[in-house]
DNA sequence: GGATGCATATTGTCCGGACAAATCGCCTGG
DNA sequence: CCAGGCGATTTGTCCGGACAATATGCATCC
């Protein structure tokens, strides 16, 4: 329980020609360190005034170095005493999921087959969660997802039309979020709600399970850093064959 | 599209005697601000020298409190343009759920029974959930949580022992989470697991369900601020009455 | 031997300034 | 009328310093 002494010398290189930002250079090395095992967890960062003299910085760039790791809740700091590395089993740090990247992530290779990709008036319902007027032109997304070749989820989604060119083949190739970022649009916040229930008839045939079998349903809205709303969908997954797995971080 | 002038003068009040830091005075205030309607969605904040000379601080003290907005996601800072409101039609930024907590909010006024306290042997799975040698004492608590005098969900924890006192009444008229936070455990972050299953016939009847009802089911690791594990839960709820909700944000 | 108080170490807060980088609007020139 | 350049505005990064608040260990005193 005693926490280990100081780290000695750790040598972080730092490249002042470089755009990127000195103190984020290093967060990533110190956050490499800790991932690599060089920096045990539990053990003490040495103070921040030494840290950054050794380092030739000034205090508060190392120290914003140091604030980064812990919102990614990689460190904590503790008045009079130090910061230290926290030794947590769990490194994953969710966020904004996106499925095609997390089963991508996990070697399930997944696999993509569009069943509707078109352009047509909206909806009270979709309207509403948009933030559009009802009858306005938006695309309509509905697709299943394979993993090692059985169908494990059916997603439909909505979008403000022209917002992104949706070319199939392409969203038969890789993820929606892929697409929207890379045509410019930087994803923000999203709101979630996971829910449960049994498969209708259609559901069933759909997906490969039978009647009655446990669905696992998320609806969620997705913003981009303006606040305006660029998605909204709803999913439905097997629930013998997936489960959202996340890390929630409590805001102090 | 075009945003708002400079919002202007709002009168903020710092108290330089007060404990407590006048960056998170100054955050508050303009939270309440935005929240209330003040500041109006898409609005410029105006810039940080001006403002900062406006309310007799300087620029870090500004940028600290702005910043800590920004990562609720309230504020967007455009380098070049300014500081700017988001306007998101959802504002809360849920984080690690207390489900009595989120009852209570939601006036459901919830209630609990207890159906089991008491401290033995870890399991092969609950040891190493918490990170204990098989056979240690763990403290096992099972609880039924109404709402509207109808059971909602089927709440199994384990802790472990000595951690906090676990007194029944007290778990009957309170949280759990509440009870630790009173125990001065900070909790820190959170793995879950979120799926869904066909009830049993145990199941169903001790949630007032039918057979094959649809089913949300919960598993969660708690850790505290140092990274020690300080509860593992297994929890079921009714899909028919309840459903996770939550906003996530994306950390660029 | 135990409790109290003190010195020390470390992070938390705050200040003032300097320059760089990005964005936007305006003006000029073609 | 359009394109390009230029300057103004604003946030991003970084520095150096000062003092306060808190935790820890040690010495002292009862």
Redesign the interface.
Same mark, same amino acid.
């Given at each position: 329980m005693t926490p280990s002494a100081p780290s000695a010398s750790l040598d972080f290189a730092l490249d002042r020609t470089s755009p990127v930002p000195l103190y984020y250079q290093l967060a990533q090395q110190l956050e490499s360190a800790i991932e690599h095992g060089a920096l045990a967890? $539990?053990s003490l960062l040495g103070n921040e005034i030494e840290l950054a003299g050794r380092l030739g910085l000034s205090r508060p760039t190392v120290r914003q170095a140091i604030q980064s790791l812990v919102?990614? $809740?990689l460190l904590?700091r503790r008045r009079g005493v130090g910061t230290?590395v926290?030794?947590?089993?769990?490194k994953?740090? *969710?966020? @904004?999921s996106s499925l095609y990247d997390d089963l991508e992530a996990a070697g399930q290779s997944p696999a993509t087959r569009v069943l509707r990709n078109e352009v047509q008036p909206a909806s009270a319902e979709v309207a509403a969660a948009l $933030?559009l007027a009802e009858g306005s032109d938006v695309a309509v997304l509905e697709r299943l997802r394979f993993t090692h070749g059985e169908p494990m989820a059916f997603l439909c989604n909505y979008l403000p039309a022209g917002l992104v060119h949706l070319d199939t083949a392409k969203l038969e190739a890789t993820g929606l979020y892929r697409m929207m970022r890379a045509a410019g649009i930087? @994803?923000?916040? /999203?709101?979630? !709600?996971?829910?449960?229930?049994?498969a209708t008839v259609e559901e069933a045939e759909r997906l490969d399970e039978t009647e009655? /079998?446990?669905? @696992?349903t998320m609806q969620r809205?997705a913003?981009d850093?303006?606040?305006?709303?660029v998605e909204y969908g709803t999913h439905i997954y097997r /629930?013998s064959r997936? /489960?959202?797995?996340?890390? @929630? *971080?409590?805001? !102090?």
């Open positions: 967890p $539990g919102d990614k $809740g904590v230290q926290v030794h947590s089993q769990v994953r740090p *969710l966020e @904004l $933030g930087t @994803l923000h916040s /999203a709101r979630q !709600s996971i829910g449960a229930r049994c009655g /079998a446990a669905l @696992l809205t913003y850093s303006t606040g305006r709303v /629930a997936y /489960a959202f797995e996340f890390q @929630l *971080l409590v805001r !102090s």
